[in-house]
């Protein structure tokens, strides 16, 4: 019988060599693949902010333009789809997509820069930005009765039930459907101080994927309303974790095309928001 012979030196450093050659193509498949998900996720993020911001950014009514204005650039700040940091459009874009002259989203700017939620910069990277750290609410003075509350949360059931229904109806984009599934994530893993802010997010994310593009400044709308009354009440462990249960129970439920299993989690979500606030506030 005849021995195996000893494998040499240079065989060694071959197979060594091929063996190297093999993890770097693994490794450089793999970040190849992180690149794309990252892309494909970023796009997403963009398209889906950019739905929500030319839904909200359209023409003003004439004989409030500025206050309207002011309106619209609130909304857009005040509900996530511009995040702290993030620049606005340049003001000329800004007076073509409101309908109203330079000279009116100047003033408006203005307005909201001496207010705290706007800062401006100047020099080759500058421009008029999303502050940092956003004013806080002014919720002393505030008082809601529960005809008020019913009012703003009856609406909310209108619309959103009704546009997590249509959104479970449609066939969604791939795009479409990553944008939703990241605003979930995203206030998933909020912050208290962020909670209010990607919560919006999240919901304006489904009116969008709802297909309906003047339903958009509706529930924007109306989400301003609840958020000057949910700012009045703590934000509540036990009732933010059950929030993010039904968030994704919706989310799945649309992806899945359950409508009436949508609608249905959407219509208690809103109630167990009712409770709370009838409960702290009335």
């Known amino acids: 019988m005849s021995a195996v012979p000893e494998p040499t030196d240079e065989r060694l450093r071959e197979e060594q060599t091929a063996s190297d050659e093999r993890l770097r193509e693994e490794q450089t498949a793999s970040d190849e693949r992180l690149r794309e998900e990252q892309t494909a996720s970023d796009g997403a993020d963009a398209t889906a902010e950019q739905i929500a911001a030319d839904a909200l950014l ?15 650039l609130l909304q857009t700040i005040r509900l996530g789809v511009l995040r702290p940091g993030e620049s606005l459009p340049p003001e000329r874009e800004l007076a073509t997509r409101l309908g109203v002259s330079r000279d009116t989203v100047r ?5 909201l820069a001496d207010a705290g939620y706007l800062v401006s910069r ?44 249509m959104a479970a109806c449609r066939t969604l984009s791939a795009t ?7 605003r979930l994530l995203d206030v998933r893993g909020a912050a208290p101080q ?6 919006s ?8 994927a709802a297909g309906v593009p003047s339903l958009v400044p509706l ?6 309303r609840l958020n000057e009354m949910l700012d009045c009440i703590p934000l509540l462990p036990r009732n933010i974790a059950h929030s993010d249960e039904q968030h994704e129970a919706i989310v799945m439920a649309i992806l899945a095309g ?14 167990g928001s009712a409770a709370l606030l009838h409960g702290f506030l009335d």
């Open 58 to 72: 359209r023409p003003v009514r004439p004989l409030n333009a500025f206050e309207d204005t002011v309106e619209r």
């Open 107 to 111: 003033e408006a700017i203005k307005s």
């Open 122 to 165: 100047r020099g080759r990277y500058g421009g008029t930005f999303i502050a940092d750290a956003l004013p806080a609410p002014r919720t002393g003075d505030v008082a809601f009765s529960r005809t008020d509350i019913d009012d703003a949360l009856r609406l909310r059931e209108i619309l959103e039930t009704g546009a997590a229904r």
């Open 176 to 182: 479409e459907r990553e944008a939703l599934w990241s």
């Open 194 to 199: 962020d909670y209010r802010r990607l919560d």
């Open 201 to 208: 997010r999240l919901h304006l994310a489904i009116t969008e």
């Open 219 to 224: 529930v924007a709308q109306n989400r301003m």
């Open 258 to 271: 359950d409508a009436d299993g949508a609608a249905q989690t959407m219509a208690a979500h809103v109630w």
